[in-house]
């Protein structure tokens, strides 16, 4: 969440709510004042990955070494000083902040465009003030920083609430992070991390209380004055002819403010001298023009109240009514006071959910998913178990580009697979199991409706194991099932045995590649060449080595390419933990597998048609891996009668993509698909297989719900 025009006013007209402080001052203080417990920060990662992204490229699919070496730096700061640290990241959206969180894909989408405009006409990359979060760090992060030892946690609810009730339960020096939402939860006091000197450990404290006293307000009053001023949960504009009634009024009494430093002090005037004599007396429909938004206005204060704390401004409920944060049993949950009587009143923020409806009916696999999910270890499969609704936000996808597919849809017939392995565990298996709903953000989606997708069943040898068997099951043939079931889910059971025989890490690459360009027939062999030498290459060098690296310039399709690689590797999060994790995660760390900036260099060289000894920097043993990989990819696809050819073989195409020359050119009008297995990209209508007319056809209808 975050509070309109707050952290604006606060630097402008509020300078003194700003206090400079050093964690390693604050640490030497909680352990004199508390002897024998560890100074604790507790961390908004979500609001961090931008501070913490700190190389110079973005635009090439993320520089993943340069940013490990950055969190490293990160955590050796605060663990010199003594300082635990306890991370959290966004585990879910709620569905009270879906148009919000739409809003803010279409806007990143408008973003990107005008990134692939700069790229396109400059051939470099935007300055950073255009700078895009590359496909994946959200998620790669929390993984990153568990392979540095630190304490990672994936929210259950909103992770700005869970963030602020552990900080108040296990009394932490305070919240690091860059939400104004902060200032208003009563909790431990509030760092920037904009403001953090990692080298010195000093930053910024803002202080509520000194907010509170420059507005002629209290602690109490602080979710009242976010939701008239508008938040994630109560929209701007609800409130708007109520907040300029109080600006005429207050505005009489004193001039020279900028008008948005006027609406709060006018907002927070008003709640001050006007409604505070009748708190306790009158409703806060009596004293608000709350309208058609009185149930939102009811929730969104409520949202802020922490375990165990009530507020003035609404009436408490009767003991044993159960309040909108006891509905998931989270490790921060607790009682929230919401407005009473009866369940059908609008001031009721949230139904009773305590026996929420998961699609998942087995307690013990919901039990181990919900604790992969909160310790940071899986990606999706719990969301996929209990509501069957899942998201995925902008990757750097140039919507001019029709020959390359957005990763929404070459991705989607193994998440397809994913769903028919977790959720087809009754009679009739993937055949009979619930659509999930695909919040995926692609090129002429405006998001007003998930995608309905359905479920497909996989080929495992021997049949497809139960979930129970691969999470469950200790004995030792379970783990060759566990592998079995994952190259089912990527569709290369037929190539079992060369994938297996490879070394980690490349392993997991050529199974990834072989998948991608099996299913993306406008993939070529320089491509292949391309994603190769960069992860034989990338074993020898060192960060500063890829931090010093130069590009000549910067292609756009090579942008596009790298982030549809690190979406693939996310896919092998998914894929992994459905399986029970038969692979180590570090077999699909991008820090250990891909570099943005190297592989661009890589696919310029083999662009201009550079020999692969070339492309491997004329080492030897680097030329063996990339002979042996790229044989074991084109076998693997041949297989699957893809049989990749160099560019130089291929015509334009009238509609601007490109067509291999001869037999093999239907592949591009037609698209690929292997029977019973799921669909080429281009077959791919936004609702899955099912819409396939729809995807040749390029239409798109509205509700995007089809069976």
Not at 70 to 84: N, Q
Not at 502 to 513: M, R
Not at 653 to 672: K, L, T, V, Y
């Amino acid at each position: 969440m975050g509070v309109r025009g707050l952290q604006g006013f606060v630097g402008s007209s509020c300078p003194h709510v700003c206090t400079a402080v050093n964690f390693r001052e604050l640490a030497e203080r909680h352990r004199s004042e508390h002897p024998g417990s560890t100074p604790t920060v507790v961390v908004d990662a979500m609001c961090c990955l931008r501070y913490w992204y700190t190389p110079e490229s973005w635009v090439c699919g993320g520089q993943w070494r340069e940013y490990f070496s950055a969190l490293r730096g990160f955590v050796k700061a605060f663990s010199a000083a003594g300082i635990r640290l306890v991370f959290f990241f966004d585990g879910v959206v709620k569905p009270e902040k879906r148009d919000v969180w739409v809003k803010r894909r279409l806007k990143n989408n408008r973003e990107i465009a005008r990134i692939f405009h700069h790229v396109r006409a400059q051939r470099a990359q935007p300055g950073r003030s255009m700078f895009f979060l590359p496909a994946g760090l959200a998620v790669f992060t929390r993984f990153a920083l568990k392979a540095l030892g630190q304490d990672t946690r994936c929210s259950l609810q909103e992770a700005d609430y869970e963030v602020a009730a552990f900080g108040l339960r296990e009394g932490c020096l305070g919240v690091l992070g860059e939400d104004t939402d902060y200032f208003i939860y009563d909790t431990c006091p509030y760092f920037s991390v904009s403001e953090l000197r990692l080298d010195t450990l000093d930053t910024v404290m803002l202080c509520r209380e000194t907010l509170c006293a420059s507005l002629g307000l209290r602690l109490a009053d602080l979710p009242l004055l976010a939701c008239l001023l508008g938040n994630d949960i109560v929209p701007e504009g609800a409130f708007e002819t109520f907040r300029y009634r109080c600006l005429s009024a207050y505005t009489s009494a004193r001039q020279g403010l900028d008008r948005r430093g006027s609406v709060i002090l006018a907002v927070a005037d008003h709640i001050a001298g006007a409604l505070r004599p009748h708190q306790g007396e009158k409703r806060l429909e009596e004293l608000l023009p709350l309208g058609p938004h009185q149930a939102l206005f009811y929730r969104g204060v409520a949202a802020y109240l922490l375990p165990g704390q009530t507020s003035p401004w609404i009436v408490q409920k009767p003991k044993g009514v159960t309040a909108p944060h006891e509905q998931v049993p989270a490790a921060s949950s607790g009682p929230v006071c919401t407005d009473p009587e009866v369940t059908q009143d609008p001031t009721n923020v949230e139904p009773d959910t305590t026996h929420q409806v998961t699609l998942c009916s087995d307690p013990e696999i919901l039990k181990v998913a919900r604790a992969q999910h909160v310790q940071a270890e899986s990606y999706l499969v719990y969301s996929i178990l209990t509501s069957g609704e899942i998201e995925c936000s902008n990757s750097l996808e140039d919507a001019l580009d029709q020959a390359l597919p957005s990763q929404a849809f070459v991705y989607r017939p193994v998440r397809q697979r994913v769903y028919g392995l977790l959720l087809g565990g009754g009679a009739g298996g993937a055949s009979t199991c619930p659509a999930v709903r695909e919040w995926f953000v692609y090129a002429g989606n405006p998001l007003r409706h998930p995608d309905l997708v359905r479920p497909l069943p996989m080929n495992v040898p021997g049949g497809t194991p139960s979930v129970q068997l691969l999470w469950l099951n200790q004995e030792p043939g379970t783990q060759a099932r566990r592998v079995d079931t994952l190259l089912a889910c990527l569709d290369l059971s037929s190539s079992r045995e060369e994938l297996q025989a490879l070394e980690s890490p490349f392993q997991a690459l050529c199974c990834l590649l072989t998948y991608l360009f099996v299913q993306v027939d406008t993939l070529c062999l320089e491509d292949l060449h391309a994603f190769v030498a960069q992860a034989v290459c990338l074993q020898g060098k060192s960060t500063a080595q890829l931090a010093d690296l130069q590009l000549d310039y910067v292609d756009p399709r090579a942008v596009q390419l790298g982030a549809l690689l690190v979406r693939g590797l996310t896919m092998l999060v998914l894929v992994n933990s459905a399986c029970g994790c038969p692979w180590s995660t570090s077999e699909f760390m991008p820090w250990n597998l891909f570099d943005g900036k190297l592989f661009h260099e890589k696919y310029l060289q083999a662009e201009q048609g550079c020999a692969a000894d070339v492309l491997v920097e004329q080492s030897r043993s680097r030329l063996a891996s990339f002979h042996s990989l790229t044989a074991v990819v084109c076998k693997a696809c041949a297989r699957e009668d893809r049989h990749l050819a160099s560019r130089r073989h291929w015509r334009p195409h009238p509609a601007g993509r490109w067509e291999r020359q001869g037999p093999g050119s239907h592949r591009m009008s037609s698209g690929h698909s292997r029977a019973g297995q799921g669909q080429h990209w281009r077959d791919q209508g936004p609702g899955g297989p099912a819409d396939a007319q729809l995807g040749r056809d390029r239409t798109f209808r509205s509700s995007r719900q089809f069976f």
